[in-house]
């Protein structure tokens, strides 16, 4: 046999790796990856948060001015963003709390629980928006 055969032979026989068009990440893994995304969304957030009370505590102009932003369509999307990552990224910290114990750590319970903090988050944020403009009276 020669050299090329050989070497045609051998890459032949050589597995697929999985990548993405085949290969579909568990709930865990996914949540797992959200729950990083939504810790340092969360830092941005934070420092929106800290503008509307420096804001505040500056001039009633300032105040009226971050508050038309934050008021704005965009700012809104933000903002529900800014609540989801919140939601997600405590109902996930809740989660590793719970499996610290040892609980919850078979496939299928890990699996299920994955989805109800997904689902969860969502819901909540819903709550938490409903909630928000039922007080205002909007």
Do not use: N
């Amino acid at each position: 046999m020669s050299k090329s055969q050989a070497t045609q032979a051998t890459s032949r026989a050589r597995p697929l790796s999985p990548h993405l068009s085949i290969y579909r990440p568990p709930i865990t893994m996914t949540t797992s990856i959200l729950h990083r995304i939504t810790g340092c969304a969360l830092y941005f957030g934070t420092l929106l948060v800290a503008w509307w009370l420096i804001a505040a505590a500056t001039s009633q102009h300032y105040f009226e001015f971050v508050s038309w932003v934050f008021g704005s369509w965009i700012g809104q999307l933000v903002l529900l963003g800014y609540t989801w990552a919140l939601m997600l990224h405590m109902l996930g910290g809740l989660r590793h709390l719970v499996w610290d114990t040892g609980a919850a750590l078979e496939k299928q319970t890990a699996s299920k629980f994955a989805w109800a903090t997904l689902i969860a988050s969502v819901v909540l944020t819903a709550a938490i928006w409903i909630a928000g403009y039922l007080a205002r009276g909007a």
